[in-house]
């Protein structure tokens, strides 16, 4: 089966404070691509990163930074020193291009409450 | 930089009406996707068109259709609309049909149905 789960549904966390979106994925095939993308409340999607099956490299970018570790099947997602503008909800996703289709599977999402 | 563009924003329908979506993908952009979000949902995937031609489809209701034109804009067209088709619609362009081609997304247009 191909899936992406998101096993929180909600967090909270105070400003300043890291934080670390869990995402785990199954697929049966070898190349595959993981992304993450936020929601925030005004409800568009924006694009944050993407993942070459065969590229295990974390990735820094600021405050964000990305673990993917295949012997895990995850693709954790950290924010350090949180920020309110942070709240929203994450999606991880994923493209299995086995079949030759590239449209995008994702978590059920992760809202990110940050307190001020 | 030129990003998706979705119109309308917002959609209000009545049962058994019919509404038509528009998106016009960032230029130069090839490949078109279509996704539904329902309330408290993730994205799902309808229908994606490359060049013009539907390249793949997804759980996409008979009583929708959709389509790209020459220049590039798509517009997804609902029929006999009901209650469970109130949701967010977005549309993604990508500038080539591979995974390694990212799909941005318009802000989405939000259909009600009454």
């Known amino acids: 089966a191909q899936k992406v789960t998101q096993a929180q549904t909600e967090i909270s966390v105070v400003e300043k404070e890291d934080v670390t979106l869990d995402c785990v994925y199954e697929?049966?095939?070898?190349?595959?691509?993981l992304f993450w993308y936020k929601q925030p409340p005004s409800g568009e999607l924006v694009f944050l990163i993407r993942?070459?099956?065969?590229?295990?490299q974390n990735e820094i970018s600021g405050r964000y930074s990305w673990n993917f570790q295949k012997s895990t099947s995850s693709f954790n997602f950290t924010i350090t020193a949180s920020q309110v503008v942070d709240s929203a909800v994450y999606f991880c996703?994923?493209?299995?291009?086995?079949?030759?289709?590239?449209?995008?599977?994702f978590g059920k999402g992760t809202k990110l409450s940050v307190i001020p | 930089a030129a990003g998706v563009i979705q119109s309308p924003r917002h959609l209000i329908k009545e049962k058994r009406e019919t509404a038509t979506l528009k998106c016009y993908p960032i230029?130069?952009?090839?490949?078109v996707y279509w996704y539904q979000q329902g309330p408290g949902q993730d994205p799902q995937f309808l229908i994606s068109?490359?060049?013009?031609?539907?390249?793949d489809k997804g759980s996409i209701p008979d009583r929708f259709s959709a389509q790209q034109f020459s220049d590039y804009h798509s517009e997804l067209n609902m029929s006999s609309l009901e209650l469970g088709d109130s949701a967010l619609y977005f549309c993604?362009?990508?500038?080539?049909?591979?995974?390694?081609?990212?799909?941005?997304f318009g802000p989405g247009t939000r259909l009600t149905v009454l």
């Open positions: 993604a362009s990508s500038s080539g049909r591979s995974p390694t081609d990212t799909q941005y």
């Open positions: 697929t049966r095939d070898t190349t595959y691509y």
């Open positions: 993942r070459n099956s065969f590229d295990e």
């Open positions: 996703a994923l493209i299995f291009s086995g079949a030759g289709s590239y449209q995008l599977t």
């Open positions: 230029p130069r952009h090839d490949t």
């Open positions: 068109f490359y060049e013009k031609m539907q390249s």
